[in-house]
Nanobody
Framework: VQLQASGGGLVQAGGSLRLSCRASGRTSSITAMGWFRQAPGKEREFVGSITKSGGITSYADSVKGRFTISSDNAKNTVYLQMNSLKPEDTAVYYC?????????????????WGQGTLVTVSS
């Protein structure tokens, strides 16, 4: 499975961005997709996840109500709509795919990772 994330960029605080993550390869085996982020000098943290079957979502408390994950299974693409962005949302955002879990908060639950896309929120 290969994951290609895109959509990052520079945005002012309060603005919006939509990230995309397209999966290719053995996508039929994917059970869930997740988004993580890593800010400079900090550890990678969970942002949210979505199950392939049923589209059940889960979010970190820090983004709940501002970020929305959706998927288009026909396009093998997952989206992260980010609204009301804050400077503390600045990070490299990674998408990940799992073959064995149904959306978890731990990075070890994911089997494949994309290359990351940088989101910078200016104050």
């Amino acid at each position: 499975v290969q994951l290609q994330a895109s959509g990052g960029g520079l945005v002012q605080a309060g603005g919006s961005l939509r990230l995309s993550c397209r999966a290719s390869g053995r996508t039929s085996s994917i059970t869930a997709m997740g988004w993580f982020r890593q800010a400079p000098g900090k550890e990678r943290e969970f942002v949210g996840s979505i199950t392939k079957s049923g589209g059940i979502t889960s979010y970190a408390d820090s983004v709940k109500g501002r970020f929305t994950i959706s998927s288009d299974n026909a396009k093998n693409t997952v989206y992260l709509q980010m609204n009301s962005l804050k400077p503390e949302d600045t990070a490299v955002y990674y998408c990940a795919a799992s073959w064995t879990s149904f959306g978890g908060r731990l990075s070890g639950m994911y089997d494949y990772w994309g290359q990351g896309t940088l989101v910078t929120v200016s104050s």
